[in-house]
T-cell receptor, first 109, second 115 residues
Framework: KNEVEQSPQNLTAQEGEFITINCSYS?????LHWLQQHPGGGIVSLFM???GKKKHGRLIATINIQEKHSSLHITASHPRDSAVYIC???????????FGTGTRLTIIP | DAGVIQSPRHEVTEMGQEVTLRCKPI?????LFWYRQTMMRGLELLIY????????DSGMPEDRFSAKMPNASFSTLKIQPSEPRDSAVYFC?????????????FGDGTRLSIL
């Protein structure tokens, strides 16, 4: 079993829909990271959080430390949100990130 | 401030050749990471440095791979000799560290194809 599990692996939705991507982890962490990667593109850090909720524009990330679970929400989704979203966790013991396998999101106009 | 800069963006070379990938981290960042991304295995950490010193190279696949960081503003990842299975996108990232509480900033990656 991977230390970081994401679901779903693939998600296709219509423009305007509310999107939720889930991440569960099985190890102790110092922080959870959400990353975005557009096709053929680089990797951008969207959020880093260790408790509660963070919001940036139409993106919202939440984490429940007790349940070892995080969600990434996108409101009013747009085709430009189409990308792979990657969950990763970092440990306070070192600086290494452990990655989930990613969720490929496609938003249809 | 400029982000993490990687070069080249694309590299196509023949099996057996030496390949050198380069990375310039964000100024002031004391951690530098090298990652490899493939369809089969996703993102994998190869090695990371703290203050130019290699801390963990357990992800380096074999002796054909080596990485150096001669100063705070430059790092290289070298593959010699290269093999087709080394084909992947290689990312460099840097961060301020502090116990995993800082985000990592990624470069645009080097897409490597070994023929």
């Amino acid at each position: 079993k991977n230390e970081v599990e994401q679901s779903p692996q693939n998600l296709t939705a219509q423009e305007g829909e509310f999107i939720t991507i889930n991440c569960s982890y099985s190890v102790g962490i110092s922080a959870l990271h959400w990353l975005q990667q557009h096709p053929g593109g680089g990797i951008v850090s969207l959020f880093m959080l260790s408790s509660g909720k963070k919001k940036h524009g139409r993106l919202i990330a939440t984490i429940n430390i007790q349940e070892k679970h995080s969600s990434l929400h996108i409101t009013a989704s747009h085709p430009r949100d189409s990308a792979v979203y990657i969950c990763a966790v970092s440990s306070s013991r070192n600086e290494k990130l452990t990655f989930g396998t990613g969720t490929r999101l496609t938003i249809i106009p | 401030d400029a982000g993490v800069i990687q070069s080249p963006r694309h590299e196509v070379t023949e099996m057996g050749q030496e390949v050198t990938l380069r990375c310039k981290p964000i100024s002031g960042h004391d951690y530098l990471f090298w990652y490899r991304q493939t369809m089969m295995r996703g993102l994998e950490l190869l090695i990371y440095f703290n203050n130019n010193v290699p801390i963990d190279d357990s992800g380096m696949p074999e002796d054909r791979f080596s990485a150096k960081m001669p100063n705070a503003s430059f790092s290289t990842l070298k593959i010699q000799p290269s093999e087709p299975r080394d084909s992947a996108v290689y990312f460099c990232a840097s961060s301020l560290g502090q116990g995993g509480y800082q985000p990592q900033h990624f470069g645009d990656g080097t897409r490597l194809s070994i023929l």
